[in-house]
């Protein structure tokens, strides 16, 4: 393996390396790997340790079937210990891009080709192109986050740390739509909600959730699971609304935090006033006509997901099978 490049991210309070390489020997040469680095206890205490071996074991599971494996969810390859107490998994290398990254470049060639203005050759159709090819995009990447989600679900694990940087894909190209697979990875708070598993107590990386199922009424293990189920619905929730504006909006407009204080606490979870208030700005319409697509079918399932009972949210095929989801709206 060839050390290539090295990137630090954080999960939790926990801080990890990530390595590009290639493997060199073996079946599995030339194959390219992307190495997750968690730190030894004595760097990072028992939570790092704890994250790993999570992350190890779920993937472990949900890859145990060779016959089912969902495309929509990042391949480990195998993970091994240093003498330092470092855990190191090994993943497929699959694309080094993520959801985030992709909002983050899109909305930048938004602005650069606006700052052009009258310079650049202003042609209406390539607008509506470039317009219709975002939203193609957008929806395909939403749609293979939502088949990896599925994929969890109906194999019993929740994921619980869905987000724009937790979404890997092989292009951020909006052309190359058509070959676009996206991958959910960072499973190291995901959860197993077998009922086997539950009764025999919750893990310490699920408290904050199972503390937050009691608070909103769910005390059984049917209710916890679903609770769960539902929990993630809604990340999914707040993912797909990132989805619908940043990339759609100039850079420095909007961005996750500053979304999800406006759904939360300015307009409460209201989506139809969330939507009057966009539509008075005018650097976030486009978002809005993404949304409003198929008679406002982006809206509709942005609340259904958003919704603040968890009793009411869609499971994630429901979300799957949403016209808005399955492109019928395009």
């Avoid at 040469?29 to 730190?39: D, L, M, N, S």
Wanted: glycine share 8%; with cysteine.
């Amino acid at each position: 393996m060839g050390r290539l490049r090295v990137q630090d991210v954080g999960e939790g309070n926990v801080k990890i390396r990530l390595y590009e390489g290639i493997i060199t020997q073996g079946p599995l040469r030339g194959t390219p790997v992307i190495f997750k680095v968690y730190p030894g206890q004595r760097a990072a205490g028992i939570e790092a340790d704890m994250m790993a071996a999570n992350e190890l074991n779920a993937h472990a599971f949900l890859q145990s079937n060779a016959k089912d494996i969902s495309q929509n969810l990042q391949m480990l390859l195998g993970g091994f210990e240093t003498k330092t107490g470092e855990q190191w998994l090994a993943f497929r290398n699959d694309g080094k891009y993520s959801a985030a990254d992709y909002a983050k470049v899109s909305s930048e060639k938004l602005s650069k080709n606006n700052a052009l203005g009258e310079q650049k050759s202003w042609n209406p159709f390539d607008q509506e192109l470039t317009i219709k090819r975002k939203r193609e995009f957008v929806i395909k990447l939403l749609r293979g986050a939502m088949s990896g989600l599925a994929y969890m679900h109906d194999h019993d694990r929740l994921h619980q740390s869905l987000g724009p940087s937790s979404v890997v894909l092989n292009t951020i190209m909006e052309r190359d739509a058509a070959y676009l697979v996206p991958r959910l990875r960072d499973l190291a708070f995901s959860v197993d909600i077998r009922f086997s598993n539950m009764e025999n107590g919750p893990g310490t990386l699920a408290n904050g959730l199972w503390r937050r199922a009691s608070a909103a009424g769910a005390f059984t293990p049917m209710e916890k699971r679903a609770f769960g189920i539902s929990d993630d619905i809604y990340e999914a929730g707040l993912l797909f609304a990132y989805l619908a504006f940043v990339p759609f909006c100039e850079a420095g407009i909007m961005d996750s935090l500053s979304l999800q204080r406006l759904l939360e606490s300015t307009f409460r979870l209201d989506l139809k006033a969330m939507r009057e208030y966009c539509l008075a700005d005018d650097s976030l319409l486009e978002a809005v006509r993404f949304l409003d697509l198929g008679d406002g079918a982006g809206w509709e399932l942005l609340q259904a997901m958003l919704d603040p009972d968890f009793r009411k949210r869609p499971i994630a095929d429901a979300v799957l099978n949403h016209r808005f989801m399955t492109g019928a709206v395009l």
